[in-house]
């Protein structure tokens, strides 16, 4: 199909938004602004012809449960975000990741990205790169750590799950 469907699930606050916003429009504010739900289109080169990339950024908290039903079953590939500076941001992923398992069944096949991001914050660590990585590999999927703020490895994170989607 010419249609890819990313969708990005996270705790509140740990940087969905900015790392879509980043991505789609180059911009990052201070400020924190609550999602419900936004869905970003952009029409982007792949394999010689040209095909629709959707990012559907969700509001992260379990307030919209038939909501986050719906986006796993639409979705072809997922960003699991929690932020370096926080531990139960990374516990708060699980639940999600068990749901994508219930509705989607072989997960393997599915392209996931694990993503640790505020990177920039050195100061308030509390996840090492090396839990992120060990909890990739248990679930079998991508890892990488990113800054919203510096922009850094946001590009390579889109791009990366892309290339994952067109290998399946
Ligand atoms: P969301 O609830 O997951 O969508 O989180 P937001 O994208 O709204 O970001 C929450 C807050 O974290 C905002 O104040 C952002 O400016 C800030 N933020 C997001 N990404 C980063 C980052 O990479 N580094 C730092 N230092 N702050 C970030
Ligand atoms: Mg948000």
Redesign the pocket.
């Known amino acids: 199909s010419n249609d890819y469907r990313m969708v990005v699930f ?10 879509v ?1 980043r991505f789609v429009k180059g911009t ?8 419900i739900e936004d869905t970003y289109r952009q029409v982007i080169s792949c394999d010689k012809s040209i095909c629709t990339l959707q990012i559907t ?1 969700t509001t ?1 908290s379990h307030q919209f449960p038939a909501m986050q039903r719906l986006s796993i079953s639409k979705g072809h590939a997922f960003i699991l ?1 929690y932020s370096i500076t926080s531990k139960q941001s990374l516990e708060e992923l699980k639940p999600i990741f068990e749901q994508i398992c219930q509705i989607k069944g072989d997960v393997e096949n599915i392209p996931i990205m694990l993503v640790g ?5 050195t100061s308030g660590r509390e996840v090492e790169s090396s839990d992120g990585e060990a909890l990739s590999k248990r679930w079998k999927c991508a890892f990488m750590e ?5 922009n850094h490895n946001v590009k390579e994170l889109f791009q990366e799950l892309l290339n994952l989607e067109k290998r399946r």
């Open positions: 996270g705790a509140g606050g740990v940087g969905k938004s900015s790392l916003l990052f504010r201070e400020s924190y602004i609550p999602t950024d992260g975000v991001n505020k990177i920039d914050e990113t800054s919203a703020k510096t």
